[in-house]
Structure formats: C-alpha cells, structure tokens
C-alpha cells in the first residue's frame, strides 16, 4: 500500500493559490487514475483535477470553500501500487573546492605588478613576480578604504592592530575600539618608544585585597601613563607661578559679540611671545637643542576616554578670533573623532586648561619633546592690592588667574621662562583693544 | 487586380480528392490514424498532469488541429537524415510522426533531468535534427527564417532534401515570418510553409490580425504559390502536402498551404476561451472533428472495420500509460547542471562564489 | 483600506490616468476584449472603448513604433509587450528611433513601453527575462521598475505623465504576491528618479529592484533574527536615471554594500551601480562591493535548474554574511 499526495495544483505563471471550491469524491471512495476528483477555482480559471493514480481517497485535508496556496496537500490516496521514492531531486553534488570569494572579485589574487622604474640602462625593468605582496598580505597591511582614513584620523599604524575580519585584516569594529582604548600618541617619526632614555617603563605590582576591582589599563591608560613616567624621567622639571590679572580681559569678554574664551587670549598671549623666546618653543635632540621654525600651540582636551592634543598650526599667524576658532573647531573634532593626522602632529609648546572647575594652580607634566607646557588655573574674583593714580594702595575685586609653567631645565633656564611668563601676564593684562 | 472591385473568388483552387489517395496503402492509413489517436491522448494525459501539477509551466493543446499537423508530416520523406520540419506548440501529431517518442514528450513537459533538452525548454521545445525535427523558440516567425537556412543548406549541397515550416495566422503579423518567407521565396529554397489558420492568436481574431480574408494571399506578396486547404480533412491535407513537397524536392522552390482548422481549447490550459462563444466550440466539436471525419472516412470507404481502430485505441492508453509510468517519478536535474553548454569553450558558466559559502 | 495586490495597483493607475487623460490609450496583443494574458487590462475596453484599448497583430516592432508615431502626435500610448521577452523583435524601434527622437530631432515621443518580466514562475528562456541591461545604456529611455503594489500604482501613473519615453518593467511573480493597503481616494504618484528605501540598517546594505527586493527582506530578517546583523535594504525603484544620492547615502552608513538582482552577472546592472560607488563613495568603503546575481547562462525551464540559477534568499543571507564578516 502506499499513499500519494495530491496538492492544489498551480493553473499559470503568476498564480499562487486557490480555492477547493468541490470535492467529487468522498473519504472511502475508489479512485481511477485520471478521473475528476475536485474542482478548484482561481483568478484565471475553474477547473476539474484529476486523480494523480488509481485507488481509494483516504484522507481529505482541505475542505471546500478553502483557499490554500498553490503546492499544499490537499487529500491523501492510498494505491496499492508498491511505494516509489518520490521523485526527490538528490542533494546537490558536492561542493567543487571552489576558490574562496575574496580571491574571484579582483579576478587571481595576483600580486600587483611594481612599477617599472626608471633604469640607468635602455633595458626597462621587468615587473616583479612571485614574491610580492599576496592580496592577503596587502589587507592586512592597508586594510579598506574607511579604516585608513580612521587610522589617518587617529594616527594609528594599521600594522599594529590586531584584526579580526577577512584575511586577519582590520575591521572598523577593531581600529575604533582600539583607539577608544588607546591614544594615539605622535606620527610613527617622531613617536618616543615608551622605552626611553631610562629604560622601558615597567610599573611595580601592588596586592589587591578582598573587596578590591581590578581593572586592567586600556590602551590609552597604558600609553598616558607610561608617558608621564618617561617625561617625568626625561626632562628636568621645574614650574615657574605666575598670577595674572584677567579684568581687562574679563570686560572685553563681556562687551563682546561673539564667545571669547579666556584660553583665546591666553593662546594669542603665548603664541606672539614664544617668537621672542624661542628657546621655550624648542626641543632637546642629543647634545643639542631644535629651535622649532613653527609656533604650534597645543591644547590638551580631556575626553571620555583619554587625553588627547590637537594643535593649533602657527598660532602666531592667527589673529584672536581665527585663536577662537581653530580651539572651538579642534575641541568640536576631538569630542568627535574627526581629527585628522596633522591635527595632533609637530606641537611646539601645550596649554592645559582645566577650566572652571580646575585648580587654584597646577604643576604639569610636559608633553615631550617639548621643553614647557603652561597650566592655567581657576580664573575668578579675587581681593587683589591696587594702586591707586593719587599713589595710596587699596583692595580691589579683580578676576585673578594663576598661571604655572613646567619647563625643562636642561635648556630653559630660570631666567628664560620668567622672561617669557612675565612678558604673556603683561600682554594679557593689558591686551590691546580692537581687532588683534 | 483592384481590390475595390467585385469580391474576388476563392483566392486558390482547394485540392479535392474524391477517393482516398492511392498513394497510401491500408498500413499507411492505420499509421497515420494511430498518430492521430496517439496526439490526442497524449494530450490527455498531459493535461491530467498538469492538473496534478505534474506538468510544469504552460499546456498548450492541439484539439481540433491533430489532422493536419498529423497529415502535413506524413507526407515528408521520413527517417533519419531526409526531411526536416519545425513544429510550433500545437504541432505534437508533426513531431510524433517525424519520430518524437511520447517518453520523451512527457519527459520535457514535466521538466525531467533525461529529457531531451536535460530540464532546460519546456514542453516541445526540443530537436532531433538527425531524425528531422527542430523545436521552435517562444518568438513566432523566428522560425521561418532559420528552417529557410536549413532548407538553403539542402541546395547548397544538392541534397534532395525539404523543410518545412508551421506558422499560425498570428504569427504571419510578425517581421520574422516576412523576412524569412522573402528570404526562403527570392532564393528559391526547397521549403513548404504551412499556414495555420486556426482562428485564433491567443484572443485575437482574424479580422484584428490582417486584413486579407485567406493567408493564402499573402503568399502572393513573396511571388509563391500558395493552397487553401480544408485542414480537418486528413486526406487533402496530406495531397496539398505531398504535392507542395515534391515539387520543392525537383527545385521548384517555396510554396505555402494554408489548412483551414479551428483551436477548440484557449491559447494554454489556464484560458478559459470566454471570448470564444460556446456553441461555436460545440459544433466545431460536433461537425468538424478531423479525428472523428477521418474514421467516418476509412469506415466510410470499408478499408478498416471499427476493431481495427479499437484495437489502435487500446494499445495508444497502453503506450501512454507505459511512457507516463516509465518517466513520472524521474528526479528532476541537479541544479549544477545548469551551468554547462553555454559555449563550447569556456565549457560552463562560473558558478557565483556565494553558492560556495 | 482595502489590501490590492501589485497586478491591482498596477491596473488601477493606468485606469485612473485613462480617465484623467483622455490622450491615454492602451495597444498591444490580447489587451482588449480578453483583457490582457494576465488580465492587467480586464474590463478596459467594455469602461474606454475598443479604439483605446486596441488589440494589435503580433507585431512587436509595429507596436513600440505606432505607439512612438501617436505620441508624436500629442497622444499619450501604453504599450504593452505580452511578455517583455519579445521587446527584443522591438528593439531597433525603441532603441534607434524612439530613444534617439528628442536628441536628434525634437520630437517628444511620452509614451511608455511596459510588460511582464522576471522568472521563479518556471516559465523558461522565453517567459522569464529581465530585459533592463540591453537598455540601460540606451540614452533616452527611461526605464522603472517597482517593487511594491502602490510603486506599481505611483510609476505607471508617473510614466504615462512623463514627458520622455518610459520603459516600465512589471514583475509577473509579484504580480498576485504582493498584497499592500493602499489608500483610496488619494493621488497616489511616485517620482521618477527617486529610491526608496525599503528598511533602514546599519551593518551593510543591500541594493536591489523588483522582486529581489523581497528576497532581501526576507534575508535581512533573517540576518537579524540569527546574526544580529543590522541590514539597510535600498529598493532602486528607477534604474534609469538612478538615484546616486540615495546609493551614496546608504554606502556612507554602513560601508558595505551587496548589490542583488535577477539579471545574469556579467552586464547585468549591478556593474554600473558598483561603479558609480566606486567614484563617489570610495573613502566610505569597509569592503568589496559584492553581487548577488543570476548564473550567466540562458534561464532553464525546470524548478530544480531556475532555483539554482536564479538568486535566492538563502544565497542572500551567505553573501551578506560573508560581507558583514570581512
């Protein structure tokens, strides 16, 4: 005995169900193959369906009135022809080893023929053959489209990222979540290995204790912190206090149209003065001191996930407002991740700024190889002694600002950095009117 | 001659054969009853599959028209390397005479992996150029100029050989069934053009397809002789042809036959004919059955009794039963056999590197 | 609102513009008394009159040019191909004639060309082609291609109302599948030009037309549901002109692009497409633009032969898959 499947059948292209709309056979009915067995209506046309084999109805699965797709069972004939396997197509063959995807788009994985150079001889150069880079190999190396451009923001060497996609190569996934963990420090030039002149940084191990959470560093952890060890190690620091009077500047600030931070003019302050002192706007190289061409001011900006420098390039080419500006853009592009390289590259001297909420004064660490980085403390209204035209001393309210510079001793002397500091408090206290 | 003036006569004188063609013995006119008998149910069972879903894609019946596809075929030089004909969808009683197996047929409409095109046309779209048949593509009048280039290769080698070619009245409105009717006339090829007029083109009607009253008179256009034949008469049909055949086999060049007949089911199995009135259905059913005529004939003329024809009755069920059962549980093909035969070289399409994953 | 399949939408825009604009009429085999072959234009002919609706000989090339003549004239023609397989006996009208009148001679020629397309139906070579890369680079012609039943509605309308010649690809196993609710009463118009995009994502995005739109769906959920893959599907809609804005949008959010359509690989659109993504939106890119297409072989008529050769939901999923991974 076997048992056949009879199912709705599919009356034209687009049709994709119909409706049992007669049975002309009963449960317990014989059947001969051929002979009417239910009609159906659809869209297009009502017809009669045969019986697929001769034999007797067994089950009824669709009553009518029902609609059903196309191909659903709709009764059950049992025969007693032998069963005969349904006319399953087999499983597909065998998959052939076919070459994986990434191999087929660009065609082989054939390795990109050098470029002729141009020869000493008549006899041109052949293009090189195995041995160059594989397409594997060239992924890992420069990875997509969009992870270098992340890695260029970043500053970040892909090769030294461990990735997780095709190939082994860098996802985005992998370079942001690395450089949310770690900061990118400098260009690979000018990048100091954290081994510096006193060895490589080890930090000592010390006992957790019950109830204690350990967490280990992030990247950018890890990097600050074996930073401020190898300054610290590196230059021999000594901070000069200066308190400067920011009244003036505060009444300007007030009077003006557009947002002028304190840190503008004491940008601008710095930026003009470090032409005079060059040696504040310097680097150490050996035996010897770089007195940099440029003035470009950094400005640390404090994110979620670490510290990071953009700067402003020859900050003694802008004026006041274009100061403003290029601090709001970089701040607005850091918050962002939108720096690109050159936006944290070749720094000549940094600014830290805690803001409102920061010190009475601080004593940074600097930001190597420069030679000086100037903290400002907490500006506000303090009791200040002031003279008054007729000669007599009296207590004024004035908006007080401290500002510490940690400099490197081993080129900045004592007298240089005063020099320096005394002259930006003049030029911040008595800051010129109009455009400057 | 001035078409405004009075109504022309017949275009062409219809053949009229009064007795049965001598040409044909007593054997000869049972085989081409069993032809007719083995178009129709053939047919049969195919829409019974199709209503079991067995059959896949469209059906296309030929009711009403199995005499002359039947007869027409029967009156070429038949067997292996001698004439060579195309039939189009309603042509099954053609390709069964030029020696199609019904096996085969079934194979095709339920898109089997051993049918004759491995799965990949549907129903009669298939060939067997050796045993002298070519399977049409769906674009009507495509091929007329393709068997015109069949029929050229027969003159080029001075071989004895003729096409011939099926075209229904629809498809004498396309541009390929001009261009290759000049072709094969202005070269003078060894091709018989039979046209169906079978009254319908899907829907359409003769009066919104030409404007001519018999395609006969088309022929005229192309500078060949053309016949208007009763195409339910199995006899004429089979003498306009044998005629028409010979004369192309002695060089004389393209002729055309127009069979006059009637498509008594819609276009395809899904097309109810509600455009069609019913009773004109039933009194062609009843009056002009070429089956029925031709056994009222062979009855008729006392050459078969009516045994004879039950006999050829019980063993066509038999054969169809036999090829239906032989083929209906075959596998369909393996997919990947989807990608060879595109060229000869490269010998198959790339399979796409997602199938790999 | 009443739920209308694609067939309906489709139906019911070429009947609201027949009665708006009495310049609109319909030619083509079978359109009039029998209503169409697959009934798009039932009951026209008895509501417009048999000289709007006109059943015409076989004659493709006749058609595509009679109906280039008449819009000549000022009149708006639909013609309909039975089957787009058989546009190619019109191809010389529609791409040395009616694609090249404006340019060359200054003749407006608003006329559109439409017909049903596409396989899965098991319909073989002849019955299941998607003509739009043999025209694609045909300046002149416009060519549309809805996936959804009220795009089937907004298209028609919009390319009877279009001044330039319009070919308007309607996709037959779509045609009783799709099933929307759409709006009655209201004006229902979609702009030429225009993508629309059918799910918003963030991992990678699939761009697609007609029915593979719906086989993306379906693998973007799937992707969801298993992966956790987060899919931005983008249904082109008008392949010509495309819309350059919306692919560029998509690649700059996610990045990673998988193009599907029926058409066979090579020639197929999905080459112009990856071009253009390759001009305009290198820098956005975090992997190889990759293709879901046909096999490069003529359709074959068994289920087993059509499933393999064309794209399937399953192969979407594995190559998105596989493109979200690398």
């Not at chain 1, 970043?154 to 690395?178: C, E, M, N």
């Not at chain 1, 900061?183 to 930090?203: E, F, I, N």
């Not at chain 3, 026209?44 to 280039?68: M, N």
Request: net charge negative; proline share 7%.
């Amino acid at each position: 005995m076997a048992r056949v499947d009879v199912v709705m059948p599919q009356m034209g292209e687009s049709i994709a169900e119909g409706t049992l709309s007669k049975w002309l056979k009963k449960v317990g009915d014989a059947v001969k193959r051929d002979e009417p067995l239910f009609e159906i209506s659809t869209d297009k046309v009502d017809a009669e369906i045969p019986a697929p084999t001769a034999g007797v109805l067994a089950e009824i699965k669709v009553q009518e009135g029902q609609t059903v797709p196309v191909q659903t069972l709709v009764a059950v004939i049992e025969t007693d022809k032998s069963a005969t396997a349904p006319a399953a197509s087999s499983a597909a063959p065998p998959v052939a080893a076919a070459q994986r995807a990434p191999a087929a788009p660009g065609g082989a994985a054939a390795s990109p023929p050098a470029a002729a150079k141009p020869a000493p001889t008549p006899v041109p150069v052949a293009p090189k053959g195995d041995g160059a880079e594989t397409a594997e190999e060239r992924l890992r190396r420069k990875s997509t489209p969009l992870v270098r451009k992340i890695a260029a923001e970043h500053q970040v060497d892909i090769a030294g990222i461990p990735g997780s996609g095709f190939a082994g190569r860098v996802t985005k996934q992998d370079i942001l979540g690395y450089i949310e963990r770690g900061v990118p420090a400098t260009s690979p030039a000018s990048r100091l290995p954290s081994a510096g002149p006193t060895g490589p940084v080890a930090h000592p191990v010390a006992e957790p204790w019950p109830g204690d959470r350990v967490e280990p560093w992030s990247k950018i952890r890890k990097i600050t912190a074996d930073h401020m060890i190898m300054s610290r190690r590196t230059s021999a620091h000594v901070a000069s206090f200066f308190e400067v009077d920011f009244s003036r500047i505060a009444q300007r600030r007030a009077k003006a149209k557009e947002k002028l931070t304190f840190l503008a003019f004491i940008v601008k302050a710095c930026a003009e003065n470090l032409r005079k002192h060059p040696v504040v706007n310097a680097a150490v190289s050996g035996d010897g001191t770089i007195y940099r061409a440029d003035v470009n001011i950094g400005i640390a900006v404090a994110l979620d996930w670490g510290l990071i420098v953009p700067v402003i390039k020859h900050a003694d080419e802008l004026s006041l407002m274009g100061i403003a500006r290029a601090i709001s853009d970089l701040g607005e592009r850091a918050r962002t991740k939108k720096l690109l390289p050159d936006d944290i590259q070749k720094g000549t001297f940094t600014i830290t700024n805690p803001g409102g909420f920061g010190p009475y004064a601080g004593v940074p660490i600097i930001n190597q190889p420069q030679v000086a980085i100037l903290g400002v403390g907490a500006i506000e209204k303090r009791p200040k002694v002031v003279t008054l035209p007729d000669g007599s001393d009296t207590i004024a309210v004035r908006t007080m600002g401290m500002l510490t510079m940690s400099y490197d001793h081993r080129i900045v002397d004592g007298a240089d950095a005063d020099r320096f500091l005394a002259d930006v408090k003049k030029m911040l206290q008595e800051f010129p009117e109009g455009a400057v | 001659m001035d078409s405004r003036a009075a109504p022309a006569p017949p275009a062409v004188p219809t053949t009229r054969p009064t007795a049965l063609p001598a040409v044909l013995s007593r054997d000869q006119v049972l085989e081409i009853y069993y032809y007719l008998r083995l178009t129709r149910t053939l047919e049969e069972r195919l829409v019974a599959l199709y209503r079991q879903s067995k059959v896949i894609g469209g059906l296309f019946r030929s009711l009403g028209q199995e005499g002359e596809s039947v007869a027409s075929a029967y009156a070429l030089d038949r067997g292996r390397h001698k004439d060579i004909l195309s039939p189009l969808i309603r042509n099954l009683g053609s390709l069964l005479v030029m020696g199609a197996r019904p096996l085969e047929i079934l194979r095709q409409y339920m898109a089997k992996a051993e049918s004759p095109t491995r799965g990949r046309e549907l129903n009669v779209h298939f060939n067997d150029l050796e045993q002298g048949y070519l399977g049409q593509i769906s674009h009507l009048g495509d091929m007329i100029p393709v068997m015109a280039g069949i029929a050229l290769s027969f003159k080029l080698r001075r071989e004895a050989r003729v096409g011939l070619v099926y075209i229904g009245d629809g498809g004498t409105s396309t541009g390929t069934f001009h261009e290759g009717l000049n072709l094969a006339a202005v070269q003078r090829l060894p091709l018989v053009v039979v046209g169906e007029y079978n009254h319908w083109a899907y829907s359409t009607p003769p009066e919104k397809q030409f404007a001519v009253r018999d395609l006969a008179e088309k022929a005229k256009g192309y500078g060949i002789p053309a016949v208007t034949v009763d195409g339910n008469d199995v006899f004429a049909v089979y003498e306009a042809t044998k005629f028409a055949v010979d004369r192309a086999r002695r060089g004389k060049g393209v002729h055309f036959i127009e069979v006059k007949t009637y498509r008594r089911k819609g276009h395809a199995e899904h097309d109810d004919q509600h455009y069609v009135p019913k009773e004109e259905l039933e009194r062609w059913a009843r009056e002009n059955d070429p089956v029925d005529r031709y056994v009222q004939r062979l009855l008729g003329a006392d050459l078969v009794s009516e045994a004879d024809l039950k006999d050829i009755d019980d063993r066509v069920r038999v054969e169809v039963d036999q090829a239906t059962d032989a083929c209906v549980d075959e596998p369909l093909p393996e997919p990947e056999t989807a990608l060879p035969g595109v060229y000869v070289n490269p010998p198959a399409a790339d399979r796409l590197w997602f199938k790999a994953l | 609102m009443p739920e209308v399949t694609f067939l309906e939408a489709l139906r019911q825009g070429m009947w609201e513009e027949m009665e708006r604009d009495e310049r609109v009429f319909i030619l083509g085999e079978d359109v009039g008394v029998y209503g169409g072959a697959f009934k798009v234009t039932d009951g026209f002919a008895k509501r417009f009159g048999e000289s709007r609706v006109i059943d015409t000989p076989i004659s493709e090339a006749a058609i595509v040019g009679a109906a280039a003549g008449a819009a000549h004239m000022g009149m708006r023609p639909v013609a309909e191909m039975q089957f787009i397989d058989f546009i190619s006996c019109a191809y010389d009208m529609l791409t040395n004639y009616v694609a090249t009148a404006r340019y060359r001679a200054g003749l407006a020629t608003p006329m559109v060309v439409r017909g049903p397309c596409g396989g899965y139906v098991r319909g073989g070579p002849f019955h299941s082609q998607n003509p739009e890369a043999a025209f694609l680079h045909t300046p002149g012609l416009k060519i549309v291609y809805p996936a959804t039943a009220r795009d089937a509605k907004g298209l028609i309308k919009s390319s009877i109302r279009d001044e330039d010649p319009v070919l308007y690809l309607e996709h037959k196993w779509l045609y009783r599948r799709i099933k929307e609710q759409l709006p009655e009463g209201e004006e229902i118009l979609t702009p030429i030009g225009e993508a629309r995009l059918a799910r918003e994502g963030k991992h990678l995005s699939i761009i697609t037309y007609g029915a593979t739109v719906w086989k993306s769906l379906e693998a973007a959920d799937q992707l969801d549901k298993e992966d956790g893959l987060s899919v931005e599907v983008l249904d082109l809609r008008t392949l010509v002109p495309m819309d350059d804005a919306a692919i560029v949008r998509t690649v700059q959010k996610t990045g990673k692009v998988l193009i599907v359509h029926e058409d066979t690989r090579t020639g197929g659109i999905a080459g112009e497409i990856a071009a253009r993504i390759n001009e305009r939106a290198f820098e956005w890119l975090d992997g190889p633009i990759m293709r879901v297409t046909a096999h490069d072989v003529p359709l074959p008529y068994a289920p087993t032969l059509e499933d393999f050769v064309l794209p399937q939901t399953e192969d979407i999923v594995k190559a998105a898959r596989w493109l979200a991974a690398y």
